[in-house]
């Protein structure tokens, strides 16, 4: 006999519980079943399995086991089927794992296996498994995912007589969502493009809605028709178009630089060079560009705009912040909002009428004077040497939050051991509350309690609601003792050394090549006075979102209230039309609501997100070959140069990380919420990103070495493993 465990928190969607639990096999006689059946009920409480279920946020009270006991097949071949591919995600591929004897030696990893990608062609006899069997199989595959109606997870066995028989099915975990079916023939190629604002955590609903909206906008206003989509709650762009016309394929790689980074340049030249990407007939009106009018006048504005802030920085800068003060002002609802309707309507209508060319233009010059000097400087000058100019840079609102901050924790005085003593949560209730000592914090969160960690969701709370984690960080700055190591002096040290660095190369370009030499100057100093505008035009934008939410939040009020919602937060896993029919037609939608934070549940315990996907489901990353590391070295990008050596802390929430400084931080990735941990951190490593993204570029500015795209990072780097990041070289060295 076979005695199994069948726990009610087993097999789910989202946690297989494959191995955590224990199965008996070969069970004979009364008294040895009895054993096997205590055996496997006590199993529901090992270690293994407790924790797997602490990992995925089970309740243990919830969990019961229940046992199977099964007649014992005697196999001469038994492995495991898998109805979808598991390592590339490809769902018109199964995968199949075999070996002689009992299936065990296959789950257990004890043997050398046979492995098979079934495709659907047909295959030779190899190794244990025959070309019938492989068919039967791959028929059986198929049968069991049209029953269950998702991806199954099979262990198979064929005894003496060739009998196939089907030992447990259930689904695949692990397999990122697909994209949303299209009625297109040709596959379609997906970038992700949450990261660029730090985000691999899902997006709730109404986040994903007007973050959908924003960003088209914002492409469509530089002459790009890109379709946001959501895949497993994640921004996803669909480049299908651009990757198939003629004109925009030349340069979809390059353009892909400044804020994607190396991973995305990567996984979509590989794209490009797929057959099934080839250009297509009639490529300049395939939707790669919006109306040809739209993008002239575009193109005459950014004309404008960008040489008037390269003209005069001063100018377009203090342009930049007036137009931003007058979106703060104009953001805010008027006070004769008195019902949910009302509210309704001014969300709709929330227009800010922001004046985009005084944000925007300068923001690009800056960009552009900061990656242009690279190709002017080839020979002369490293990349390493142009990014050392950059470091140090004013006028970066990130970099003036994180300084504000600072200046707070140099001035707690006598409350010190509390704010170290005390947890975060803690003083953020006690601070809310009103019963916290005046350490300044309502300042602080005055000027910037409209951000957080990934703060372009409208779903996600703002420090002003839960500072608990400007309160973490706080702790993190009063254990910060030598005042050498204190970020005012390190910024300031990263700008006077970017000065020194940006004459010396300057002389040194005019020498070699006088005009570009001169030239490259111009466009340097250029971006140090406009370069560090980037973080602006999204902390502007900050601002209405923030409104919104406070409004959305008054309408979840009022129906929870009458019963239609569970609490008022709930109105942030609904979308707009939905909020509409429960105003107005009292829809009730707290069965929806309990769905859609089940999966945002699932999805935020999800580590790795696929840079590009396919229609079929393929993670295009994970059909590339492997850099295997060289004696513990990882490589990636080098963002921001140095070379440090510190025990590691990987992070995967920021809200209450402990950094104590000279530690490592190692991210998947980082936006501006997360940079208070930066002025305790010695280095910063991160699994995706690009030179010129938030993290590295404040990075660069406290003069921290950084090292970025480094695949997997948080997973092979363990908290408290002594690491090397070497910023010019781009590795990361575990010792």
Request: contains cysteine; neutral net charge.
């Amino acid at each position: 006999m076979a005695v199994r465990s069948s726990a009610t928190a087993e097999d789910l969607p989202e946690a297989s519980f494959a191995g955590q639990q224990d199965t008996v096999l070969n069970v004979t006689g009364t008294a040895e079943l009895f054993a096997a059946i205590e055996k496997v009920w006590g199993s529901l409480h090992t270690a293994r399995a407790t924790a797997y279920r602490d990992a995925r946020g089970i309740d243990h009270r919830s969990a019961r086991m229940a046992v199977v006991v099964q007649r014992m097949v005697a196999p001469t071949v038994a492995g495991v089927l898998f109805t979808a591919n598991p390592l590339t995600g490809r769902r018109d591929e199964m995968a199949v794992d075999a070996a002689p004897g009992l299936g065990t030696t296959v789950v257990d990893g004890a043997a050398t296996v046979d492995h098979y990608v079934l495709d659907g062609t047909p295959r030779p006899d190899a190794g244990c498994l025959t070309s019938a069997q492989l068919a039967e199989l791959r028929a059986a595959g198929e049968r069991l995912q049209d029953h269950f109606g998702c991806p199954q997870d099979v262990e198979w066995a064929y005894d003496a007589e060739g009998v196939l028989w089907l030992l447990q099915s259930r689904p695949v975990t692990g397999l990122f969502p697909l994209p949303p079916a299209t009625d297109k023939p040709l596959p379609r190629v997906y970038l992700e493009f949450g990261h660029v604002q730090g985000m691999l955590r899902p997006v709730t609903p109404m986040g994903m809605s007007t973050l959908r909206a924003q960003i088209a906008a914002m492409l469509a206003a530089l002459g790009v028709r890109v379709e946001i989509v959501d895949i497993g709650g994640r921004l996803y762009g669909d480049l299908t178009e651009l990757a198939r016309n003629r004109s925009s394929r030349r340069r979809l790689v390059k353009l892909l630089a400044v804020d994607f980074g190396p991973r995305a340049q990567t996984v979509m030249r590989h794209v490009l060079a797929d057959p099934r990407f080839a250009p297509t007939r009639g490529g300049a009106g395939n939707g790669a560009r919006s109306g040809g009018g739209a993008s002239l006048r575009t193109a005459g504005r950014a004309v404008v705009g960008i040489l008037a802030a390269l003209a005069r920085p001063d100018t377009a800068r203090i342009r930049m912040f007036q137009a931003i003060e007058e979106m703060r002002v104009r953001s805010a609802a008027p006070a004769d909002l008195k019902t949910a309707a009302d509210r309704l309507r001014f969300v709709r209508a929330h227009d800010t009428e922001d004046r985009a060319d005084a944000i925007m233009w300068p923001i690009v010059a800056g960009m552009l004077a900061a990656a242009a000097p690279t190709a002017l400087l080839k020979g002369v000058a490293s990349p390493d040497e142009i990014h050392a100019v950059l470091g140090g840079m004013p006028h970066n609102v990130t970099i003036e939050m994180d300084l504000a901050l600072w200046r707070l924790a140099q001035g707690v005085g006598e409350h010190r051991q509390l704010l170290l003593d005390t947890p975060a949560d803690e003083l953020a209730t006690r601070y809310l509350r009103g019963t916290l000592p005046d350490i300044g914090m309502a300042g602080f969160l005055d000027a910037y309690g409209h951000r957080g960690v990934a703060e372009v969701d409208l779903g996600v709370p703002r420090w002003a609601e839960d500072p608990a984690p400007v309160f973490a960080a706080l702790a993190n700055y009063l254990r910060v003792t030598d005042p050498r190591q204190g970020p005012d002096q390190r910024f300031q040290r990263a700008a006077a050394a970017a000065e020194a660095a940006l004459d010396e190369l300057v002389r040194r370009a005019r020498r070699r090549r006088p005009v570009r030499g001169t030239t490259a100057g111009f466009l340097l100093r250029r971006a140090r006075s406009l370069a560090g505008l980037r973080e602006a035009g999204k902390f502007a934008g900050l601002y209405p979102l923030r409104e919104t939410r406070r409004q959305l939040l008054l309408i979840g009020a009022d129906l929870h209230g009458v019963g239609l919602l569970e609490q008022p937060d709930d109105v942030m896993f609904l979308t707009l039309d939905e909020v509409h029919a429960a105003v107005h037609d009292g829809t009730d939608h707290r069965a929806t609501v309990a769905a859609r934070r089940a999966v945002h549940r699932r999805e935020s315990r999800r580590r790795t997100v696929p840079v590009a996907l396919l229609s079929d489901g393929t993670d295009v990353e994970a059909v590339l070959p492997a850099t295997p590391a060289v004696d513990g070295t990882r490589t990636g990008v080098g963002a921001s140069a140095g070379r440090v050596t510190g025990p590691a802390r990987v992070v995967h929430d920021p809200a209450s990380a402990h950094i104590e400084p000279g530690e490592v931080l190692v991210a998947a990735t980082t936006d501006p919420g997360w940079t208070p941990l930066f002025l305790t951190a010695s280095a910063l490593v991160t699994e995706t990103g690009a030179i010129m993204a938030h993290g590295p570029t404040v990075a660069r500015e406290y003069g921290i070495p950084a090292v970025i795209c480094v695949p997997d990072a948080t997973r092979v780097i363990t908290t408290g493993q002594l690491v090397t990041v070497d910023g010019g070289a781009g590795t990361v060295t575990v010792h």
